[in-house]
């Protein structure tokens, strides 16, 4: 009894020992410095300063070197006895010039992208209330190497590297949002995630497979929420407030987090609440993107009525309120578990391309629109540091999530009105252990289990009488199961050669019921069941022949199995124009190649990244014959019948390049440049310019910081899209575009001026103004149904406690 009583004591004084805080401030000022991210050249860990710049350094090997980051200030690299010289105290110096940040998404752990072969952009929640983005989708677009296409004001549909919708893979938390009911057409489920929320945004270019699974092929999109921390001494807490109105939309955001914790338990809640009006487009532009007029319902008719202010994008406008809460509870000094809860709802989205629809002379649609939009998530975790021989730390993550989405049509003219609803149950399991095998060199491996339930139902209710019968539903009842095994190695060659490779296989599983359509449609089956498997990889080196100078070359695969959506959609997806179901596909796979270059010098840095992808068994819309039939009846119209595919190949390769120049000691020049092509085949054998290949993009942006005051003047541009340069199914879509001189729709180019500013007024009081547009243009991006705001006022207030 006395040996175990000596051993406790002899452990504690061994960790209290071991267990050292620094503290960090700004220079010059000497004011504390929070959110200060400390990770080690080894893999895993890491941690942030408190709001008293204050982190411990218990969880890190003394062997190891530590990286000190954070966004406007100059990284630091030291070892342990350089901070003992220090006294545990460090000085950050202001720096415009952007970092290498830690990134998580190329191996699921905290490695420097310094270290990464393939290409990685991150994002730092630090700019946001600059930026001042509407909502997620916006803020990735502000990036400047992310293209968005919107149909709605409620919308966003990310563009990377010639792909979009459900060949992009979203991470909240390292958690997949993919579900089986993400379309291959425009998608805009990242507006469920709540901007003031996040506290990094990584976005990984070219497949992700190996370490994601399907749907990685063209990126992913790895959203970090804000994370509590535990307190180093008493008790501590916080809260922030921040108030944002916009002029264009009359826009009213109201946003509350709040922070409490202790040495072994913290909190965190969350909450935002959006109020979006009608979005008002520019003064000067092409004609054709006014809004003339719109439906009306008069003593239960619809009419036509004129709109006062043509700019007055009418029925735009939808309002939406976000939710969060963590709790992380430290077991021990090697165990800490964490909950998180997520939720998201919006108001009807009006589907605003939809609505401008023409029938002839009239309105086709009287009512378009998505009903509420639900996001729920439930996440469990734990993760625990071992000297066992199978891993040094080990990540688990258990979550639960609730999508529920709707839409709503009625037919200008027409007394039903259509609405369809999908609910879509997901669960998943993720178990990621990182081992570290010689100095830097370490394997990274697990597992991952997706389960998603689908049900679809469809209800047409008479707008006169109030009665209601079923109609068809978009999905049939599914069941969709994935399940992976990866493993990663990054070996330090030598101090100037590193290597990255991956491996991953994935087993995929889809059982289908279309019962719920048979009695509307004849089909020629009643339930499917598909199998799939598919075996990815990935290899790429980071080269230094100097240490201001890296050249990574990197191949990789992705690929997407078929979802529910691929499967068995029975939509219009054009007018004229119906999807019905075919349960033969099989996966498409994709195969990257792709070289980043990057040079610092003391003022200056440059990248360069260029790219091959090569899409095979690509699944794409086809005509096709539903019981020998090539034109059905959908909803009273006479529609060409089509089906998903795998009939095409398709490829897209491009440049994406940028700099930074810092001209003085507060001025800072960024730059960046996408410019990309992509065909794919059609039924005929020809060639079509591909549909989610954006035009060339791209920004300028100069900064002014000095003190309290930050100022940006931005410029963002896009080319034009000729007519013959459009692809096919863009030109089905007239009513999305300008007209050139021939009356053919085409995209013009388009560039606009930004300036936005932010004041530290008080240490607890942030002010935030900007004008969006200040040329007033009416432009369009590549693809939306929706104009881009005009002249935007924006203000923002931002009270810190």
Same mark, same amino acid.
């Given at each position: 009894?006395?040996?175990?009583?000596?051993?406790?004591?002899?452990?504690?004084?061994?960790?209290?020992?071991?267990?050292?805080?620094?503290?960090? $401030?700004? @220079?010059?000022? *000497? /004011?504390?410095?929070?959110?200060?991210?400390?990770?080690?050249?080894?893999? &895993? #860990? +890491?941690?942030?300063?408190?709001?008293?710049?204050?982190?411990?350094?218990?969880?890190?090997?003394?062997?190891?070197?530590?990286?000190?980051?954070?966004?406007?200030?100059?990284?630091?690299?030291?070892?342990?006895?350089?901070?003992?010289?220090?006294?545990?105290?460090?000085?950050?110096?202001?720096?415009?010039?952007?970092?290498?940040?830690?990134?998580?998404?190329?191996?699921?752990?905290?490695?420097?992208?310094?270290?990464?072969?393939?290409?990685?952009? $991150?994002? @730092?929640?630090? *700019? /946001?209330?600059?930026?001042?983005?509407?909502?997620?989708?916006?803020?990735? &677009? #502000? +990036?400047?190497?992310?293209?968005?296409?919107?149909?709605?004001?409620?919308?966003?549909?990310?563009?990377?590297?010639?792909?979009?919708?459900?060949?992009?893979?979203?991470?909240?938390?390292?958690?997949?949002?993919?579900?089986?009911?993400?379309?291959?057409?425009?998608?805009?489920?990242?507006?469920?995630?709540?901007?003031?929320?996040?506290?990094?945004?990584?976005?990984?270019?070219?497949?992700?497979?190996?370490?994601?699974?399907?749907?990685?092929?063209?990126?992913?999109?790895?959203?970090?929420?804000?994370?509590?921390?535990?307190?180093?001494?008493?008790?501590?807490?916080?809260?922030?407030?921040?108030?944002?109105?916009?002029?264009?939309?009359?826009?009213?955001?109201?946003?509350?987090?709040?922070?409490?914790?202790?040495?072994?338990?913290?909190?965190?809640?969350?909450?935002?609440?959006?109020?979006?009006?009608?979005?008002?487009?520019?003064?000067?532009?092409?004609?054709?993107?006014?809004?003339?007029?719109?439906?009306?319902?008069?003593?239960?008719?619809?009419?036509?009525?004129?709109?006062?202010?043509?700019?007055?994008?009418?029925?735009?406008?939808?309002?939406?309120?976000?939710?969060?809460?963590?709790?992380?509870?430290?077991?021990?000094?090697?165990?800490?578990?964490?909950?998180?809860?997520?939720?998201?709802?919006?108001?009807?989205?009006?589907?605003?391309?939809?609505?401008?629809?023409?029938?002839?002379?009239?309105?086709?649609?009287?009512?378009?629109?998505?009903?509420?939009?639900?996001?729920?998530?439930?996440?469990?975790?734990?993760?625990?540091?071992?000297?066992?021989?199978?891993?040094?730390?080990?990540?688990?993550?258990?979550?639960?999530?609730?999508?529920?989405?709707?839409?709503?049509?009625?037919?200008?003219?027409?007394?039903?009105?259509?609405?369809?609803?999908?609910?879509?149950?997901?669960?998943?399991?993720?178990?990621?252990?990182?081992?570290?095998?010689?100095?830097?060199?370490?394997?990274?491996?697990?597992?991952?289990?997706?389960?998603?339930?689908?049900?679809?139902?469809?209800?047409?209710?008479?707008?006169?009488?109030?009665?209601?019968?079923?109609?068809?539903?978009?999905?049939?009842?599914?069941?969709?199961?994935?399940?992976?095994?990866?493993?990663?190695?990054?070996?330090?060659?030598?101090?100037?050669?590193?290597?990255?490779?991956?491996?991953?296989?994935?087993?995929?599983?889809?059982?289908?019921?279309?019962?719920?359509?048979?009695?509307?449609?004849?089909?020629?089956?009643?339930?499917?069941?598909?199998?799939?498997?598919?075996?990815?990889?990935?290899?790429?080196?980071?080269?230094?022949?100097?240490?201001?100078?890296?050249?990574?070359?990197?191949?990789?695969?992705?690929?997407?199995?078929?979802?529910?959506?691929?499967?068995?959609?029975?939509?219009?997806?054009?007018?004229?124009?119906?999807?019905?179901?075919?349960?033969?596909?099989?996966?498409?796979?994709?195969?990257?190649?792709?070289?980043?270059?990057?040079?610092?010098?003391?003022?200056?840095?440059?990248?360069?990244?260029?790219?091959?992808?090569?899409?095979?068994?690509?699944?794409?819309?086809?005509?096709?014959?539903?019981?020998?039939?090539?034109?059905?009846?959908?909803?009273?119209?006479?529609?060409?019948?089509?089906?998903?595919?795998?009939?095409?190949?398709?490829?897209?390769?491009?440049?994406?390049?940028?700099?930074?120049?810092?001209?003085?000691?507060?001025?800072?020049?960024?730059?960046?440049?996408?410019?990309?092509?992509?065909?794919?085949?059609?039924?005929?054998?020809?060639?079509?310019?591909?549909?989610?290949?954006?035009?060339?993009?791209?920004?300028?942006?100069?900064?002014?910081?000095?003190?309290?005051?930050?100022?940006?003047?931005?410029?963002?541009?896009?080319?034009?899209?000729?007519?013959?340069?459009?692809?096919?199914?863009?030109?089905?879509?007239?009513?999305?575009?300008?007209?050139?001189?021939?009356?053919?729709?085409?995209?013009?180019?388009?560039?606009?001026?930004?300036?936005?500013?932010?004041?530290?007024?008080?240490?607890?009081?942030?002010?935030?103004?900007?004008?969006?547009?200040?040329?007033?243009?009416?432009?369009?991006?590549?693809?939306?149904?929706?104009?881009?705001?005009?002249?935007?006022?924006?203000?923002?207030?931002?009270?810190?406690?």
């Amino acid at each position: 009894m006395k040996s175990i009583f000596l051993s406790v004591i002899a452990f504690f004084f061994y960790a209290s020992a071991f267990s050292q805080q620094v503290k960090i $401030v700004e @220079s010059g000022s *000497n /004011l504390p410095l929070p959110g200060v991210m400390i990770y080690s050249n080894a893999p &895993g #860990n +890491s941690i942030l300063t408190n709001n008293e710049g204050i982190a411990d350094l218990g969880i890190f090997d003394k062997s190891k070197i530590l990286n000190f980051q954070l966004f406007g200030f100059s990284s630091l690299k030291l070892t342990f006895e350089e901070l003992e010289k220090n006294e545990f105290f460090l000085k950050m110096n202001p720096d415009l010039m952007s970092l290498e940040p830690a990134v998580v998404s190329a191996s699921r752990w905290s490695q420097s992208s310094s270290d990464v072969p393939t290409k990685i952009s $991150v994002f @730092s929640s630090k *700019n /946001l209330l600059i930026r001042n983005p509407a909502n997620t989708a916006d803020w990735l &677009g #502000n +990036s400047g190497e992310v293209f968005v296409q919107k149909s709605q004001q409620g919308g966003g549909s990310p563009m990377i590297r010639g792909f979009s919708a459900n060949r992009l893979l979203y991470a909240v938390d390292g958690i997949r949002m993919n579900t089986a009911i993400f379309r291959s057409g425009n998608l805009h489920n990242v507006i469920s995630l709540d901007p003031f929320a996040i506290s990094t945004t990584e976005v990984l270019f070219g497949p992700g497979s190996v370490m994601y699974g399907s749907d990685a092929i063209g990126g992913v999109m790895s959203f970090e929420t804000l994370d509590p921390s535990f307190a180093n001494g008493d008790k501590n807490w916080s809260a922030n407030v921040i108030s944002r109105f916009a002029s264009a939309n009359k826009e009213a955001t109201i946003h509350a987090d709040f922070r409490y914790a202790t040495k072994r338990w913290a909190f965190l809640s969350s909450f935002s609440k959006f109020e979006y009006g009608d979005l008002k487009m520019g003064r000067i532009g092409p004609s054709d993107y006014l809004r003339p007029n719109y439906a009306g319902l008069e003593n239960g008719v619809d009419v036509i009525i004129q709109n006062s202010d043509p700019k007055v994008q009418v029925s735009s406008g939808y309002e939406q309120y976000n939710l969060m809460q963590k709790i992380k509870f430290k077991a021990n000094e090697k165990t800490v578990l964490s909950y998180g809860f997520h939720y998201s709802k919006s108001g009807d989205i009006p589907r605003y391309d939809r609505l401008i629809e023409q029938n002839g002379n009239k309105l086709k649609f009287a009512v378009w629109s998505y009903g509420p939009q639900v996001w729920l998530m439930n996440n469990l975790g734990i993760t625990r540091e071992s000297d066992s021989k199978l891993f040094d730390q080990m990540k688990v993550k258990i979550a639960q999530q609730y999508f529920e989405e709707s839409r709503i049509d009625r037919r200008f003219g027409n007394q039903n009105q259509n609405t369809r609803t999908e609910k879509v149950n997901a669960y998943s399991i993720n178990a990621d252990f990182l081992k570290t095998i010689k100095n830097e060199s370490f394997l990274s491996y697990g597992a991952e289990l997706v389960f998603n339930r689908v049900n679809s139902e469809g209800i047409t209710e008479n707008i006169g009488t109030g009665t209601t019968q079923p109609t068809t539903s978009r999905y049939p009842n599914s069941d969709w199961f994935s399940a992976g095994i990866y493993s990663t190695y990054h070996a330090t060659l030598s101090e100037k050669v590193k290597m990255q490779t991956g491996l991953r296989y994935n087993f995929t599983s889809l059982s289908a019921d279309f019962t719920n359509n048979i009695k509307f449609y004849p089909l020629p089956f009643s339930t499917s069941k598909n199998n799939f498997s598919a075996l990815t990889g990935s290899f790429g080196m980071v080269i230094q022949p100097e240490e201001s100078f890296s050249i990574s070359p990197t191949l990789s695969t992705g690929f997407r199995a078929p979802n529910v959506d691929d499967v068995g959609k029975i939509f219009d997806s054009a007018p004229g124009a119906v999807l019905v179901p075919n349960p033969e596909l099989k996966p498409e796979y994709a195969y990257n190649a792709e070289l980043n270059l990057n040079k610092h010098f003391q003022r200056f840095k440059f990248d360069l990244s260029g790219y091959y992808t090569l899409l095979r068994d690509a699944m794409v819309r086809r005509p096709f014959t539903l019981n020998g039939e090539s034109i059905i009846d959908y909803d009273g119209e006479a529609s060409q019948v089509f089906a998903i595919q795998n009939a095409a190949s398709a490829k897209v390769y491009g440049v994406q390049a940028g700099f930074e120049l810092a001209i003085s000691k507060y001025f800072l020049i960024t730059s960046r440049y996408n410019w990309q092509n992509g065909t794919e085949e059609l039924d005929n054998g020809s060639k079509s310019p591909s549909r989610h290949a954006a035009p060339a993009f791209g920004l300028s942006r100069l900064t002014f910081s000095k003190k309290d005051l930050k100022i940006e003047l931005t410029s963002r541009y896009s080319a034009e899209v000729s007519f013959s340069e459009l692809p096919f199914e863009e030109k089905e879509k007239p009513q999305l575009y300008a007209k050139d001189e021939n009356g053919n729709p085409y995209a013009p180019s388009w560039a606009v001026l930004n300036l936005n500013t932010t004041y530290q007024l008080f240490p607890a009081l942030q002010l935030m103004a900007g004008v969006e547009n200040i040329q007033d243009r009416r432009y369009q991006s590549y693809s939306s149904g929706l104009a881009a705001p005009g002249r935007n006022f924006s203000f923002s207030i931002k009270a810190s406690f």
